[in-house]
């Protein structure tokens, strides 16, 4: 059986999984927010011990890699590598939005896709974009490329329904993850283990802090 572990750190609650062909073997997620650097080594250690599969014997891991909180995909990607280079174990990294896009099934030659980046921004992306050159857009800039060039717009963010009307939900189910994961490894689209980076996308932001 090819076994892979899962690491997605990259939003508010983070999500470690581990399968192979057969399922879905085990399953941990945060419950409480951005909490990622408190759980992940945790989580990781009991789903080797519920499913009985040592680090050792993986096949690859995969992470997912951005966009996405910078914290949160620095934390998941280091550990990842860190389980790649002491066990020589292959890396997959994974971007959220060509998993959007993979798991729509009803995607078409005008769907795009978005994930919140910071108030007001957001990560899209679309059919005329590829996800390694997705676009950065204010709420302003969003609405009027959408409506130019007539998109339907999704997300798996269901919170985004709240702020924009015209959006439409998708969901992304663990089988769906899998089949990408598999896909990625069958096709041996595997990262370069040393010069692997978080795919930010957006410059980093820092506040001024005033000196008394």
Do not use: W
Not at 103 to 126: G, L, M, V, W
Not at 136 to 158: G, H, N, P, R, V
Not at 168 to 190: A, E, G, M, W
């Amino acid at each position: 059986m090819t076994n892979i572990l899962y690491i997605d750190t990259s939003g508010k609650y983070s999500l470690i999984m581990l399968f192979n062909e057969q399922g879905i073997l085990a399953v941990k997620n945060t419950t409480s927010l951005n909490e990622h650097a408190q759980f992940i080594n945790i989580h990781i250690q009991e789903v080797v011990e519920e499913t009985g599969i040592p680090l050792s014997s993986l096949h690859a891991v995969c992470v997912m890699n951005g966009p996405g909180s910078y914290t949160g995909l620095r934390i998941g990607l280091a550990s990842a590598k860190g389980i790649c280079y002491a066990f020589n174990t292959p890396l997959i990294l994974l971007n959220q939005l060509d998993l959007m896009c993979a798991c729509h099934t009803n995607h078409t030659h005008d769907s795009a896709y978005i994930i919140k980046a910071r108030e007001n921004e957001y990560f899209f992306t679309s059919d005329a974009i590829q996800s390694s050159q997705a676009a950065l857009k204010s709420t302003q800039e969003l609405e009027e490329y959408i409506q130019a060039k007539q998109y339907k717009l999704f997300t798996s963010d269901e919170l985004l329904l709240k702020e924009l009307s015209y959006i439409q939900y998708i969901p992304i189910s663990h089988d769906c993850i899998k089949r990408v994961v598999f896909t990625h490894y069958l096709q041996k689209n595997l990262a370069d283990l040393m010069h692997s980076e978080p795919f930010y996308l957006k410059n980093v932001y820092i506040n001024k802090i005033n000196k008394l």
